[in-house]
């Protein structure tokens, strides 16, 4: 049974940093494409950064310049650091993981995960 687990969530000031991980069991990720997504208060879930299984990554326009996703697959793990926090960032995040071993390509697209975790939250504060 695959399972995603986030941690690392926080509450933090305006200009902040926070790095959240993601630990996948059950399944090698090295041949797997993985993304974070987040849900604000209010707001309809959006994908955040992909990565892809030779390290190449995509972002999302409200992150790129302060967010970097990267993977550490000899621990299994997904990693999302982020810097200059606003209050928008303030979200549920969610890590994910395709299911589309050597084929996939890097995503924020949340229809192509087949796997989710439970979220972990983040909080800015001004």
């Known amino acids: 049974q695959v399972q995603l687990v986030e941690s690392g969530g926080d509450s933090v000031q305006t200009g902040g940093s926070l790095r959240i991980s993601c630990t996948v069991s059950?399944?090698?990720?090295?041949?797997?494409?993985l993304g974070w997504f987040r849900q604000g208060p209010g707001k309809e879930r959006e994908g955040v950064a992909g990565?892809?299984?030779?390290?190449?990554?995509i972002y999302g326009d409200l992150v790129k310049g302060r967010f970097t996703i990267s993977r550490d697959n000899a621990k299994n793990t997904v990693y999302l650091e982020m810097t200059n926090l606003k209050p928008e960032d303030t979200a549920m995040y969610y890590c994910?993981?395709?299911?589309?071993?050597?084929?996939?390509?890097?995503?924020?697209?949340?229809?192509?995960?087949?796997?989710w975790g439970q979220g972990t939250q983040v909080t800015v504060s001004s």
């Open positions: 990565i892809g299984m030779y390290f190449k990554t």
């Open positions: 994910a993981m395709e299911n589309q071993p050597w084929w996939c390509l890097p995503s924020v697209q949340s229809h192509n995960y087949a796997y």
């Open positions: 059950g399944s090698t990720m090295e041949n797997q494409c």
